[in-house]
């Protein structure tokens, strides 16, 4: 198996809604172990952090928590689907500018579509190939660049007197 390693290319780091040199966050929901497994090894080669929830309870939970850069969200979760977990994140001012790319099995005609009215603003379809995988985050972060910095670090700032 080979990987490809991006810095060994002098590809810099992706780019960060956290700032300058932050090295992006990407929220994986997945149910399947294998596959969030796959995903994150496959993203942390990139140069990507990458955080996994096994369910849409944890994936919001971990939205909300950490904040990260995007989101990749399964369609079809045990308990709460992913679209309705989209909902929900986008119905909160603190998150909604949070890409969420809809990452799925579901492949029929007209689907993509119903994913993309539900809040995502990107979709994979299952099976992918791995650079595809890397393509739809670098996508996201650039179409989404977010806030400078995350509303907790302006609380954080000194107040002028």
Not at 44 to 71: C, F, K
Not at 84 to 105: D, F, G, M, N
């Amino acid at each position: 198996m080979t990987v490809d390693w991006p810095y060994a290319e002098g590809r810099g780091r992706p780019a960060s809604r956290r700032g300058v040199g932050a090295t992006p966050l990407v929220l994986v929901v997945e149910d399947h172990t294998l596959i969030s497994v796959l995903m994150r090894d496959t993203l942390q080669s990139y140069g990507y952090r990458v955080l996994i929830a096994h369910d849409a309870q944890e994936g919001i939970w971990l939205t909300w928590a950490r904040r990260p850069d995007v989101i990749l969200m399964d369609i079809c979760l045990p308990g709460m689907s992913g679209l309705e977990a989209t909902r929900i994140i986008k119905s909160s001012p603190t998150l909604r500018q949070i890409p969420i790319v809809a990452v799925t099995a579901h492949a029929m005609s007209g689907d993509q579509e119903k994913i993309l009215a539900g809040g995502c603003e990107g979709y994979l379809p299952k099976p992918f190939r791995m650079a595809d995988l890397e393509r739809v985050v670098d996508e996201a972060l650039k179409k989404h660049p977010g806030p400078r910095l995350l509303p907790s670090a302006i609380e954080d700032l000194p107040q002028a007197s």
